[in-house]
């Protein structure tokens, strides 16, 4: 099918935008009704342009920061006074990332005692894994693939974050993100849409419990709304260049199922789509997100990217810049003052209807009540639970199970892993083997460096002084000296643990990488210490799946430990002594080469696909295949596993019917096995090119050494469509491959057809 007129949507603009929409949501538009709140509407009516401007603007607290810069440049500092006047003049809505309940009840007792309008303040942070206990990041607790678990840490860091006084956290991030290259790959749910909107759910179920005015509760953001993981090259804000099709199968889907569990805030993505920004887009902001799924909540700017209009070359100045983000449907500006600076002239110019500007109030004014603050605004801003809230045992003791469950075993030859508690001597080296300052990995806001416990720590508390600690080399600089003392620990040694991987400044927001392997002098640091002959451990430090060379990649036994917070040394001793099996699985496809990326498991096949031995003119690169290092699923465990043949409960499906998916799976090890079964589509034949595999369901079990356990799954037509090219979901009749494996790469197939 050549013809692809649908997509081409996203390039029109403003009413011709909308008359081509029309179309697809008509009907969507219909069931959409606003039905008006009276409170709130009196409040719109006695307001100022400028106090209607100033709930559209939210800045960076500079009167309660607690931790390391974080954003491009410092917000320019403002004293306490200044802030509380801007605050009594109505001129914000509220701010971010500072912490603090006098703080924040001082500024409050402004906001609705001595403003004019008397609107609490809203208190917001990037609380993306934890506050003051550090829980693995969230790509990390992507790989325990355990939904229960992502709910229960975001209801914790939940916990935390309402004890220091906030009410809105900008998270979970829930972009699909198929190239390892981009640094943000760390805050989010990795390369599969089908995992990424069960996390998603999960996350926003966490952050905001069952009631969202209660004291506990944060009021979650998904972001980047949207398909900021699909920026080419994995380039930190780079353009977005995708069919429409694309967007709507692999990056809407987990905001919308965030939404569908009851987020009512989202933040607009940095990126350009074909050639217009997101926060200018009124296409996503308006005819998607409130026409077509009616939602009803708020949308931020994310950092001044309102202002960067401007030098997208989509707005002439501040005054375009901020005409045609609220227009688009951004309702708050975030930092770059723009709003407040220039909607009340627009307004009165006439080139912005105050309609416009009232309806954009009314979502914020609506989402503080939905909140609560109008009843008390002092919510979640209690002296008290300050200090009883912060760093609770059980919150402590969830941070090391979840540290554990996001450990994933990459290879283990030879069984050397889990290390005895005796009789050996191990040496401990590299970069993180002493290491603090980067346990909590990227986007700590509010880190608690002091309570992390370092891999040293956690080994010491098991073996004692049976451990060796030597650096050996820094992240990205080798130490003069250290190689030599590194290989002379390892000569005095039984058995070698290589601490290597990324610093927490190696990923995150900024932080692309064009190679995106190991950095060279810890990869002359493995070479030395393999050389010695001594059994190594690679224990894996990073933010992103890695590209695994030389004595690394040949390492006996490599376990992947991503960032994981306050407990890391803990959690990895845990697992790596045995106390504990790894139960983790990847989230994100591990390439065998950096220039594979973007990389992903569910890929279309070409017509000439390498399927044989023969090289010659097939799609692949010189230098490797196209297989993965280590697939998406890959994980293993202390036990080994043996899957039976997949099988289906009918040979036909129709379109209005079900169909049972089943296979056995054996503990054929002499340990208890966690394991995680995931089910597989192919549509062999389909009017659009189909990936290779898509995942649509996995299970969780526990199996005893010997037991056997059948694992069963139902599809749906519905499960087996997909976008079409007039943006609908619809299955084709035909046939399907299905597989239940361990991994994207695993199992035996089974078929069956889809009639229609």
């Not at 995150?508 to 050389?531: H, K, N, Y």
Request: aromatic share 8%; with cysteine.
């Amino acid at each position: 099918m050549t013809s692809f007129t649908p997509s081409r949507r996203f390039f029109l603009r403003g009413a011709a935008a909308t008359a081509a929409f029309l179309p697809v949501v008509a009907p969507a538009l219909a069931r959409v009704k606003k039905v008006a709140d009276p409170f709130i509407e009196k409040l719109i009516a006695g307001m100022t342009l400028e106090e209607k401007a100033g709930q559209l603007s939210i800045y960076g607290d500079t009167t309660r920061f607690d931790g390391p810069p974080i954003n491009p440049t410092s917000a320019q500092a403002q004293g306490k006074e200044k802030v509380k006047a801007d605050i009594a003049a109505g001129r914000m809505t509220g701010l971010f990332n500072g912490i603090g309940v006098a703080g924040g009840r001082e500024l409050q007792q402004v906001a609705v005692e001595q403003s004019r309008t008397k609107i609490p303040l809203i208190f917001a942070g990037d609380i993306i894994h934890g506050v003051k206990t550090a829980f693995p990041i969230p790509l990390g607790e992507s790989a325990s693939w355990d939904t229960d678990l992502a709910m229960r840490t975001a209801r914790a860091a939940a916990l935390e974050a309402t004890a220091k006084g906030l009410h809105w956290t900008f998270a979970p991030m829930v972009d699909v993100a198929r190239d390892q290259r981009w640094g943000r790959v760390a805050e989010g749910a990795g390369e599969d849409t089908y995992l990424g909107i069960q996390l998603a759910v999960a996350r926003v179920k966490g952050f905001q419990g069952d009631d969202l005015k209660a004291e506990t509760s944060v009021l979650a953001c998904p972001k980047h709304f949207a398909a900021y993981g699909a920026v080419q090259g994995g380039m930190e804000y780079n353009t977005v260049d995708i069919p429409e099709t694309t967007l709507r199968e692999i990056h809407l889907p987990p905001f919308k199922a965030a939404f569908d569990a009851g987020a009512i805030t989202t933040m607009s993505s940095f990126n350009d789509i074909a050639g217009v920004p997101s926060t200018g887009s009124p296409y996503l902001l308006t005819d998607i997100l409130r026409g077509e799924w009616g939602f009803k909540g708020l949308v931020v700017s994310d950092y001044t990217s309102e202002e960067e209009l401007i030098l997208h070359g989509f707005a002439a100045d501040g005054a375009d810049a901020t005409a045609k983000s609220i227009k688009a449907g951004c309702d708050i500006s975030m930092q770059s003052g723009l709003y407040i600076k220039y909607l009340p002239e627009l307004v009165k110019a006439g080139k912005v209807s105050e309609a416009v500007v009232n309806e954009a109030v009314r979502r914020v004014l609506y989402v503080k009540k939905a909140l609560g603050l109008f009843e008390n605004p002092y919510r979640s801003l209690d002296l008290k639970r300050e200090q009883s809230d912060i760093r609770r045992p059980d919150t402590i003791a969830l941070a090391r199970e979840a540290g554990r469950k996001s450990c994933v075993l990459l290879k283990n030859d030879g069984n050397l892993l889990p290390l005895p508690k005796s009789g050996k001597k191990i040496a401990l080296i590299g970069p993180f083997g002493n290491d603090k300052e980067n346990c909590p990995g990227p986007w700590a806001v509010f880190p608690d460096i002091a309570s992390c416990v370092t891999w040293e720590a956690g080994f010491r508390a098991v073996i004692g002084d049976a451990l060796t600690v030597v650096k050996g080399s820094d992240v990205e600089a080798p130490i003069e000296g250290g190689i030599e003392a590194a290989v002379k620990a390892a000569k005095a040694a039984d058995i070698v643990v290589l601490a290597i991987g990324e610093a927490g400044n190696m990923s995150g927001e900024a932080q692309s990488r064009v190679d995106i392997s190991v950095p060279a002098p810890q990869l002359a640091l493995a070479e030395a210490i393999a050389a010695t002959g001594k059994p190594v451990v690679v224990l894996l430090k990073h933010g992103r799946a890695l590209a695994l060379t030389g004595a690394v990649k040949d390492a006996p036994a490599i376990l992947a430990t991503w960032f994981l917070g306050s407990e890391e040394g803990n959690a990895i001793a845990d697992i790596v002594f045995g106390d504990y099996a790894p139960q983790g699985r990847l989230p994100v496809s591990f390439p065998q080469a950096s220039g594979q990326e973007p990389f992903y498991y569910s890929h279309r096949i070409t017509g000439r696909p390498q399927i044989s031995e023969d090289k010659n003119f097939k799609a692949r690169y010189r230098e490797v295949t196209n297989d993965a290092l280590y697939p998406f699923g890959h994980g293993l465990s202390y036990s080994s596993v043996a899957y039976g043949v997949t099988t289906v409960s009918a040979t036909t499906l129709s379109m209005t019917g079900t169909i049972k998916v089943s296979a056995t799976v054996t503990n054929t090890g002499a340990r208890r096995l966690h394991e995680v079964a995931q089910l597989y589509i192919h549509d062999k034949v389909a009017s659009l090119v189909q990936p290779i595999r898509l995942l649509k369901g996995f299970h969780h079990l526990d199996l005893e050494p010997g037991q056997s356990a059948t694992v069963e799954f139902t599809l749906t037509p519905a499960e087996l469509a997909f976008v079409h090219p007039n943006l609908k979901p619809m299955a084709e009749a035909g046939k399907f491959d299905v597989w239940i494996a361990p991994s994207a790469v695993g199992g035996t197939p089974a078929s069956f057809d889809l009639k229609a």
